[in-house]
């Protein structure tokens, strides 16, 4: 009976501790909003030049190019992976519970390996990136959207081609692409 309430204890406390997290998120996704919003620096929207891109249809595809200043690689990378692991902490606890239907547990599965595949995907962008000649890059993938931080100054062709890069590797359409340059920094 003890055991019981002490299970029923920690799934209150992990559901409360993701929703602190999402919650936490949210204010930080709407407060960089707001900032690109009130910001005319930020949100310049580069065109990316017409090249032949195989199963890539363009069409009138922009990449959203803005800039970071004061870039913090490594400080991006560990505080994207402290909450992936965080993430993945949740669903295997989740998982490993007990009382949970084999369709939850399969499901709870299917969404800590999308969590890996995208974690790996992340780190194929970034070496890939770091491979075409950029100096460092942070990859950051949602569900259809990715993220891309850079230190250098990108020219137009430069945002095409990572743009291109990152669409291929973690199959998010151009779109759906923001590439944060460092063009704060100069």
Request: glycine content about 4%; overall charge negative.
């Amino acid at each position: 009976m003890i055991v019981v309430e002490r299970q029923r204890i920690w799934r209150i406390i992990m559901m409360l501790l993701l929703f602190v997290i999402l919650g936490v998120l949210y204010l930080a996704a709407r407060h960089e909003r707001e900032a690109r919003m009130s910001n005319p620096t930020i949100g310049v929207v580069a065109r990316i030049p017409e090249m032949p891109v195989e199963h890539i249809d363009r069409g009138s595809a922009q990449v959203l190019v803005q800039p970071a200043s004061a870039v913090r690689f490594d400080e991006y990378r560990m505080e994207r992976d402290r909450v992936r692991a965080m993430q993945i902490d949740l669903l295997r606890a989740a998982a490993a519970e007990s009382g949970i239907s084999e369709a939850r547990k399969t499901q709870l599965t299917t969404e800590l390996l999308a969590l890996l595949k995208r974690n790996e995907r992340e780190m194929q962008a970034e070496s890939l990136l770091r491979a075409k000649g950029f100096s460092d890059a942070v990859v950051v993938l949602a569900d259809d959207t990715a993220s891309v931080v850079l230190p250098e100054v990108l020219q137009q062709e430069e945002a095409g081609l990572v743009g291109e890069l990152v669409s291929r590797v973690a199959n998010v359409s151009l779109e759906r692409i923001a590439i944060i340059d460092g063009a704060g920094d100069a």
